[in-house]
Each structure stands twice: as structure tokens, then as C-alpha cells.
């Protein structure tokens, strides 16, 4: 399964972006896609999840009640929309996806995606 980030850019303080992850195969109940992101010179972390078969969501507590992650399970897209942007928001942001429920950790996803970068920047 093939897994394609994109959406990403270069906004200022207080800008929404919205991430879009298309993935090549159909994810039914019984799978999970997530956002993690990477800032330079950190490790990546974990951003936000969600269950494919019954939407329900996790995020991360530094984006809880800014970020929304949603799915099309239609057209196999996973989409992460982020509001009121920060600088400390800058990074490069994977989508994934595994076969199981919704998870925080990375090592629990099987299929990555390539990255998209979002830069924050007065």
C-alpha cells in the first residue's frame, strides 16, 4: 500500500492549513491512519489519529482543539486540518496507516507516506 502527503506550505502565525494523505488501497473497519511530524533537529511525534470504520479520534495535547483529523473512506483520503497555526507547528508531517485500532505509536504503523512540509513564518 502506497501512502501520499501533500498539502503542505509556508503560511504565517495564526494561518489553517489542510493536509490531504491519499492512500492507494481501500481501508475498511479494522484500520487506523494517523499524523506524526518531525521539526527540524527532533524526532518525530506523534500528531493525531483516526479509526477508519468508526472515525472516532486521538490527538496529541499540543494540538487538541486546533487540529482536526478526518477521513474519506470514498476516496481513501485522510485529511488533517490545522488552525491557528503556530511557529512551533513547523515541521515535516507523515501520514501512515496499519491494520488495527487507532494508535499514538509509531511503531505500530506499517505504511508510511513520504512527508509534506509545513512552515510557519512571520
Known amino acids: 500500500v502506497q501512502l501520499q502527503a501533500s498539502g503542505g506550505g509556508t503560511v504565517q502565525p495564526g494561518a489553517s492549513l489542510t493536509l490531504s494523505c491519499a492512500i492507494s488501497?481501500?481501508?475498511?473497519?479494522?484500520?487506523?491512519s494517523g499524523w506524526f511530524r518531525q521539526a527540524p533537529g527532533s524526532g518525530r511525534k506523534f500528531v493525531a489519529t483516526i479509526s477508519w470504520g468508526t472515525g472516532l479520534t486521538e490527538y496529541s495535547d499540543s494540538v487538541k482543539g486546533r487540529f482536526t483529523v478526518s477521513r474519506d473512506a470514498a476516496r481513501n483520503v485522510m485529511y488533517l486540518r490545522m488552525n491557528r497555526l503556530s511557529v512551533e507547528d513547523t515541521g515535516t508531517y507523515y501520514c501512515a496507516s496499519r491494520r488495527g485500532v487507532k494508535s499514538e505509536y509509531m511503531s505500530d504503523y506499517e505504511n508510511w507516506g513520504q512527508g509534506t512540509l509545513v512552515t510557519v513564518s512571520s
Open positions: 488501497e481501500r481501508r475498511p473497519g479494522g484500520y487506523a
